[in-house]
């Protein structure tokens, strides 16, 4: 007998198990989609940002060894120090 019960009220409890699992709002995919698409604009800014920041030194990485040689050379008489080698 008391296993009857518990089988009833379990069967009685399975709906209202099987509602709560499902999504309360249909639109559970669309707000998902929001939320990337926020996101990923986030990420781009960050990328935009990172670029301003670090875009002098990544071109200075990129010149030849000539082209950085003439450019400490000019960067050191601006600031009047010796020529190399002293």
């Known amino acids: 007998m008391r296993g009857m019960r518990r089988r ?14 499902e999504p309360t709002r249909p639109d559970a995919a669309a707000e ?5 698409e926020r996101w990923w604009e986030h990420q781009r800014q960050r990328e935009a940002a990172d670029r301003f920041w ?14 950085v040689e003439r450019w400490e ?11 190399y080698p002293f």
Request: aromatic share 0%; proline share 7%.
């Open 73 to 83: 050379r000019q960067r050191e008489r601006r600031n009047g120090l010796p020529h």
């Open 32 to 36: 998902r989609q929001r939320q990337l």
């Open 8 to 21: 009833a009220l379990l069967l009685g409890l399975l709906p209202i198990a099987a509602q709560a699992a």
């Open 54 to 67: 670090n875009g002098p030194a990544e071109a200075r990485r990129n010149l030849t060894r000539d082209q």
